[in-house]
């Protein structure tokens, strides 16, 4: 991620919200780091430095401002598009930290040595691995110190502190104050029921929140999740652990609101990562809309509806077994196939708003009697197949560092065609460039003759092409009507490559000017 001085300058000045967590500004002055949005008053230029990281302003010697909360900006955004070692690596610090092993156990997972490992995070970040995780830690446990009530020993843990005492020491070192102190400072406490905890996660603006519950509501899996009113919920299962979670829009905020019960606060950390991958709250929705509307069939709706995410998912297994079916009967079918499996194999669990089951395990549908409850035989062997293989070790939907051999693996399983895996992809793996290319719907939205002809026209959406997808889905009529009445004379009205970006969503130097 190459840093503009001056875009991040005009940025900063405009306080722009779709610039928040891209970069931090350090104020020399006062030796603070803090977000573009940051409401503090404005430095002078010659004041301030720009870093490409929270972690990056931190090894400089700047320490975070208190007020500005820079824990609370939106992740770096998938700034490359595509799979490479960084964003890969990037995943895996946010799934589970460097706790197993280090650099080295990273890197070797990854394929290649802790050193060009370090180099490759030093030249895209500005600071090392082991400073970003530490970063992402220190900025959790501060989010757990300002928002909920838990005691200091339970938000150590929480944060992936191996003692209380290191905690402390982190804490002093980069705030200069203790943990209480910081605690006395926050502008407000409720005292929330126990177990219990509220988040605000932030994103970029625009975000279509509206259409992001359509797509859930339409494909809840029923007693394990459900759309009520402009609030999504579900149960969880982590780490043995029973417990559910609420999200709504904190428009106000440019934030979701998150609240979470779960039994054993340590897997907080990891409960909010995935929340945040399955509401896709880091992505850069103005590179996004740059490349998506240069395509004639694509601006309008890019204008007029910006903002749409990919609706990812809370576990893996869960969307492929759903998946299976969606990719013979149909979404309606399958979410009939899916309640009947939830209710005769998932564990029973009352929680709130007429969530019953948890989804089953892998475990209790490997060899599970899914005819007895009217699932076609096929569907029923590819469900047990996909089961046996998660049970057995052979597939895993975690730490997923090279997504093309993971589903050349998945598609070896008997009703797994390529719509199914690429689906897993987009919102399993959270690939920004996965594509259905044999979905002949999209083809016949945009009026194209064969698959071929959608790969091919999809070349130019790249690296993004997994938000054309949601767009020709989502308004496959409109954009389909609109191609027809346009046809004769679409290339005089947007040529290839010489579309506008979005009116109002303008890049940072036509902000300027």
């Known amino acids: 991620m190459n840093l503009d001085w001056r875009e991040c300058s005009r940025a900063r000045l405009a306080r722009d919200a779709r610039f928040d967590g891209k970069f931090f500004i350090g104020v020399l002055t006062t030796r603070i780091y803090c977000r573009p949005v940051c409401r503090g008053r404005t430095s002078q230029e010659k004041n301030v430095r720009y870093f490409r990281s929270a ?5 400089a010697g700047f320490r975070p401002r208190l007020r500005c909360r820079p824990e609370c900006s939106p992740g770096t955004p998938a700034w490359a598009g595509k799979q490479n070692t960084v964003s890969r690596a990037l995943r895996l610090i946010g799934e589970t930290g460097l706790e197993d092993g280090g650099v080295e156990a990273l890197a070797e997972h990854l394929g290649i040595g802790s050193r060009h490992l370090r180099r490759l995070f030093l030249r895209h970040f500005g600071a090392t691995p082991t400073a970003v995780a530490q970063t992402r830690r220190l900025h959790f446990a501060k989010k757990l110190i300002d928002e909920t009530t838990l005691p200091m020993t339970q938000i150590a843990f929480a944060a992936g502190f191996g003692s209380v005492r290191r905690f402390n020491a982190a804490i002093h070192n980069v705030y200069h104050r203790t943990p209480t102190q910081i605690r006395r400072l926050a502008q407000k406490m409720f005292r929330q029921p126990e177990n219990q905890y509220l988040f605000r996660l932030n994103f970029r603006p625009p975000y279509d929140w509206k ?8 494909r809840g899996n029923p007693g394990v999740e459900a759309v009520e009113g402009a609030c999504f919920r579900r149960l969880i299962l982590v780490n043995g652990n029973r417990g559910y979670f609420e999200v709504s829009l904190d428009a106000s905020r440019n934030a979701l609101s998150v609240r979470v019960q779960i039994g054993d606060p340590r897997s907080l950390f990891s409960i909010i990562e995935r929340i945040r991958a399955m509401f896709d709250l880091d992505a850069d929705w103005a590179t996004i809309a740059r490349t998506l509307g240069a ?3 694509l601006v309008s709706r890019i204008n007029s509806n910006p903002g749409l995410r990919i609706p990812g998912c809370w576990n893996g297994f869960e969307l492929a077994t759903r998946a299976i079916l969606e990719q013979r009967f149909g979404v309606s079918r399958s979410t009939v196939l899916v309640g009947q499996i939830v209710t005769a194999f998932g564990e029973p669990f009352c929680a709130v708003n007429g969530l019953t089951h948890l989804f089953p395990t892998p475990e209790a549908l490997a060899d599970a009697n899914l005819e007895s409850i009217r699932v ?8 047990r197949a996909l089961a046996r293989g998660v049970r057995h070790g052979q597939i895993s939907f975690e730490k997923v560092t090279d997504s093309d051999a993971f589903l050349a693996g998945l598609s070896e399983i008997p009703g797994m065609g390529d719509w199914t895996t690429q689906w897993v992809a987009m919102r399993a793996l959270r690939e920004p460039d996965a594509f259905p290319s044999a979905d002949r719907g999209l083809a016949r939205t945009l009026g194209l003759a ?8 999809s070349q130019a959406w790249r690296p993004w092409r997994a938000y054309a997808a949601i767009y020709l889905w989502t308004f496959a009529g409109e954009i389909r009507a609109r191609g027809t009445a346009s046809a004769p004379s679409a290339s005089k009205k947007a040529p290839a490559g010489k579309a506008a970006f979005p009116s109002h969503i303008p890049v940072a130097v036509q902000r300027a000017s």
């Open 55 to 59: 972690a990056a302003a931190a090894e």
């Open 450 to 457: 064969s698959s071929s002809k959608l790969e091919q026209r």
């Open 376 to 383: 076609p035989r096929p569907q029923a062997d590819a469900i």
């Open 211 to 218: 259409r992001m519950l359509e797509f859930l509501a339409n």
């Open 295 to 297: 395509d004639p069939a």
